[in-house]
């Protein structure tokens, strides 16, 4: 059964770049969504269509995914972005999400 | 301003019946399909369910295929799951969400409901 795969945690100073990944096999040929979830808060869509931004969503949000791999990119990191990710995808009707990745800004 | 909420989530014996409800508003309720995802306690998100606008599409994850049942009431605004020969695994918080377009195996899930707390136990 198809897979994705997340780093469990990532690390980033305030200001820094994040780069969340999420792979699996031939993910570039599927559309890839990023949720984020917040201590005791519910999912929050913040990237569609590998790359979209939902309305009210921050530019420092940004995506991409190619290959094997979709990213998840925060460019300038704030504190208030420290919160679990989740990539999701689609396969044969059954939708797929990594296992999480813990975003700590410290 | 688009909302979903939970309910209908409790304690229940392994073994039981728990059938939880999604109340819409803020949308055309009737364009959209719907959705079922759980988490476990301190775990990840996990897909359970899809029902597309007219419940002609409708898919489940195969953890809880002949057990779980998805239906919507597009009269009065309601997502239903009927859950059926609950396990102690099947424990989560229970979320609803909107699809993007009126079909599901596709698209997006947002936006999610606050989540209703299902705990099977003895």
């Known amino acids: 059964s198809y897979e994705l795969t997340q780093p469990p945690s990532v690390s980033v100073s305030p200001g820094q770049t994040a780069s969340i990944t999420c792979s699996g096999e031939?993910?570039?040929?599927?559309?890839v969504c990023w949720y984020q979830q917040k201590a005791g808060q519910s999912p929050l869509l913040v990237i569609y269509?590998?790359?979209k931004r939902p309305s009210g969503i921050p530019e420092r949000f940004s995506g991409s995914n190619s290959g094997n791999t979709a990213t998840l990119t925060i460019s300038g990191t704030q504190a208030m972005d420290e919160a679990d990710y989740y990539c999701?995808?689609?396969?044969?009707?059954?939708?797929?999400f990594g296992g999480g990745t813990k975003l700590t800004v410290l | 301003e688009v909302q979903l909420v939970e309910s209908g989530g409790g304690l229940v014996k392994p073994g039981g019946s728990l059938r939880l409800s999604c109340a819409a508003s803020g949308f055309t309720f009737s364009n959209f399909g719907l959705n079922w995802v759980r988490q476990a306690p301190g775990k990840g998100l996990e897909w359970v369910s899809s029902i597309s606008s007219s419940s002609t599409y409708i898919y489940y994850a195969d953890s809880v295929k002949g057990r779980f049942t998805i239906s919507r009431d597009n009269a009065k605004n309601l997502l239903y799951l009927q859950m059926n020969s609950l396990r102690a695994e099947d424990t989560a918080v229970y979320y609803c969400?909107?699809?993007?377009?009126?079909?599901?195996?596709?698209?997006?899930?947002?936006?999610w409901g606050q989540g209703t707390l299902v705990t099977v136990s003895s």
């Open positions: 969400a909107r699809g993007s377009t009126s079909a599901v195996g596709t698209g997006t899930f947002d936006p």
């Open positions: 269509q590998d790359r």
């Open positions: 031939k993910l570039g040929d599927k559309y």
């Open positions: 999701q995808a689609w396969d044969s009707s059954t939708a797929l």
